[in-house]
């Protein structure tokens, strides 16, 4: 079942304009998160979430591509609306820290594609239109990939220890 | 032939600025301002034709993250611009953001006199229950218990309803937010707008540095389990007797907004001046 206050997606070219905004969503918010760890001077998990912001970004230029003629932006204006909830692959920001490390990045990151996988699934198992069914079924494979990848890419970082937001010269300090 | 004006569509990032936020991360009040941004496109009103006023703290850094105009005035004292500008100005859309030290304490006694005034405009105080910019002190809407090196043992102090305050004093609008529903929140936001007199928008904003305990918020907050009403008697129940977390539209009433009844004076600065003469 689709996530209530999800958009309604009748046509192949809807599903090619909410895929799209999914893409271009994901892009902002990890944009918007690297200026936030640049503000706070993370410069490693800028760099980190600035990567992110471009494989989505290309991600989100493959679908303009794939869908040809449509205008997938400005159908996207127009049908691509959460009225609840927010789009699926935007990096959840109260998990943001300033201080967090690379493989906090990469589990928001994988928490994202996962939900974007949940929302195709859901796309392809409801779909009445099997030109809309087929296509959601192919973003279910690619947001597979991208969970597979993302899992690829956390083997690489361990989990940090416990102690990864202690800070010696903590902003709570009240003394 | 007649000339019909079509609103040009509008997309949220027409009404950011290049200003970066300095909030910390993880504040509710990036939300916010993305509610904001979302709600303003959906009106589709200029971004010129748009003032956000307000006052000192966190949540009133916002005005400089949009680029619409905006008025980044003294403590608590946001209400009192806004309502000044709204009378000379009644064309603009003017939406007033403060947090709940601002908005509240210092602020408070222009908050109950702005409900009770009814001038069209929207009031959005974003309540994290800390005073977040001067690192933590209790706030008028922190809890008694709230334990730390600045109120040790808990302020024991009964916290400030602010959703009952604006009822009793007449504000025409009034509805709960949650900064971690941005999209809920933009849509509430364009009802407070539209909706004529005095609106205000209380928005849960949690505060992740001074109450990393608000995290907790999102597992809270619920839809109000009736829908809104325009009885005052009725919402004054239902306010007081909720729980804190009840997200809505909570009154809708049919006040008519404040109009100055005097005529407009002389816009002529010479003129102006030779009024103020001794």
């Given at each position: 079942m689709?996530?209530?206050?999800?958009p309604?997606?009748?046509?192949?070219?809807?599903?090619?304009?909410?895929?799209?905004?999914i893409?271009?969503?994901?892009?902002?918010?990890?944009?918007?998160l690297?200026?936030?760890m640049?503000?706070?001077?993370?410069p490693?998990?800028?760099a980190?979430?600035?990567?992110l912001?471009?494989?989505?970004a290309?991600?989100?230029?493959?679908?303009?591509?794939?869908?040809?003629?449509?205008?997938?932006?400005?159908?996207?204006?127009r049908?691509?609306?959460?009225?609840?909830?927010?789009?699926?692959?935007?990096?959840?920001l109260?998990d943001?820290?300033?201080?967090?490390t690379p493989?906090?990045?990469?589990?928001?990151?994988l928490?994202?594609?996962?939900?974007?996988?949940?929302?195709?699934?859901?796309?392809m198992?409801t779909?009445?239109?099997?030109?809309v069914?087929?296509?959601?079924?192919?973003?279910v494979?690619?947001?597979?990939?991208?969970?597979?990848?993302v899992?690829?890419?956390?083997?690489?970082?361990?989990?940090?220890v416990?102690?990864?937001?202690?800070d010696?010269d903590?902003?709570?300090?009240?003394? | 032939?007649?000339?019909?004006?079509?609103?040009?569509?509008?997309?949220?990032?027409?009404?950011?600025s290049?200003?970066k936020?300095i909030?910390?991360?993880?504040?509710?009040?990036?939300?916010?301002?993305?509610?904001?941004?979302?709600?303003?496109?959906e009106?589709?009103?200029?971004?010129?034709d748009?003032?956000?006023v307000?006052?000192?703290?966190?949540?009133?850094?916002?005005?400089?993250?949009?680029?619409?105009?905006?008025?980044?005035g003294?403590?608590?004292?946001?209400?009192?611009?806004?309502?000044?500008?709204?009378?000379?100005?009644?064309?603009?859309?003017v939406?007033?953001?403060?947090?709940?030290?601002?908005?509240?304490?210092i602020?408070?006694?222009?908050?109950?006199?702005?409900?009770?005034?009814?001038?069209?405009m929207?009031?959005?105080?974003m309540?994290?229950?800390?005073?977040?910019?001067?690192?933590?002190q209790p706030?008028?809407?922190?809890?008694?218990?709230f334990?730390?090196?600045?109120?040790?043992?808990?302020?024991?102090?009964?916290?400030?309803?602010?959703l009952?305050?604006?009822?009793?004093?007449?504000?025409?609008f009034?509805?709960?937010?949650?900064?971690?529903?941005?999209n809920?929140?933009?849509?509430?936001?364009?009802?407070?707008?539209?909706?004529?007199g005095?609106?205000?928008?209380?928005?849960?904003?949690?505060c992740?540095?001074?109450r990393?305990?608000?995290?907790e918020?999102?597992?809270?907050?619920h839809?109000?389990?009736?829908?809104?009403?325009?009885?005052?008697?009725?919402?004054?129940r239902?306010?007081?007797?909720?729980?804190?977390?009840n997200i809505?539209?909570?009154?809708?009433?049919?006040?008519?907004?404040y109009?100055?009844?005097v005529?407009?004076?002389s816009?002529?600065?010479?003129e102006l001046e030779?009024?103020?003469?001794?």
């Amino acid at each position: 079942m689709i996530a209530a206050g999800s958009p309604k997606i009748a046509k192949v070219a809807d599903l090619f304009a909410v895929a799209y905004q999914i893409e271009a969503d994901a892009v902002e918010r990890y944009e918007l998160l690297a200026g936030q760890m640049e503000t706070h001077n993370n410069p490693e998990l800028t760099a980190v979430f600035r990567d992110l912001a471009r494989a989505e970004a290309i991600h989100r230029d493959e679908i303009c591509r794939l869908a040809g003629d449509i205008d997938v932006v400005a159908r996207a204006q127009r049908v691509a609306k959460w009225s609840r909830g927010e789009s699926p692959e935007a990096a959840s920001l109260d998990d943001a820290h300033y201080l967090m490390t690379p493989w906090h990045a990469l589990r928001l990151a994988l928490a994202g594609e996962e939900r974007a996988l949940a929302f195709f699934k859901s796309v392809m198992e409801t779909a009445k239109d099997p030109a809309v069914k087929k296509l959601a079924e192919e973003f279910v494979e690619e947001e597979a990939e991208h969970v597979n990848l993302v899992h690829r890419f956390l083997r690489k970082y361990p989990k940090p220890v416990d102690s990864w937001s202690s800070d010696m010269d903590s902003p709570v300090s009240q003394e | 032939m007649a000339v019909v004006d079509i609103p040009i569509a509008r997309k949220p990032s027409d009404y950011r600025s290049d200003a970066k936020p300095i909030w910390c991360p993880g504040c509710g009040d990036y939300h916010v301002l993305m509610s904001f941004t979302r709600a303003f496109a959906e009106l589709a009103v200029p971004p010129e034709d748009i003032v956000v006023v307000s006052g000192i703290g966190c949540s009133s850094r916002i005005p400089a993250y949009t680029n619409c105009y905006g008025f980044h005035g003294v403590h608590g004292r946001s209400l009192a611009l806004a309502a000044g500008l709204k009378i000379t100005r009644p064309e603009l859309t003017v939406v007033v953001a403060s947090g709940d030290g601002d908005g509240y304490s210092i602020g408070g006694n222009h908050f109950i006199h702005a409900c009770r005034r009814n001038i069209d405009m929207t009031y959005v105080v974003m309540d994290n229950h800390i005073y977040g910019m001067t690192k933590g002190q209790p706030s008028p809407t922190t809890e008694p218990e709230f334990d730390t090196a600045l109120s040790p043992g808990g302020t024991g102090l009964r916290p400030f309803h602010p959703l009952v305050i604006a009822l009793a004093s007449g504000a025409n609008f009034i509805a709960r937010c949650f900064s971690g529903e941005p999209n809920q929140t933009a849509a509430i936001l364009v009802e407070a707008i539209r909706h004529p007199g005095f609106s205000f928008v209380e928005i849960l904003s949690p505060c992740v540095t001074f109450r990393p305990d608000e995290k907790e918020w999102k597992n809270l907050v619920h839809d109000a389990p009736v829908a809104a009403t325009n009885d005052p008697a009725k919402a004054a129940r239902r306010i007081m007797t909720d729980d804190g977390f009840n997200i809505g539209v909570l009154y809708r009433g049919d006040r008519m907004p404040y109009r100055p009844t005097v005529a407009q004076g002389s816009l002529d600065l010479a003129e102006l001046e030779r009024d103020f003469e001794l």
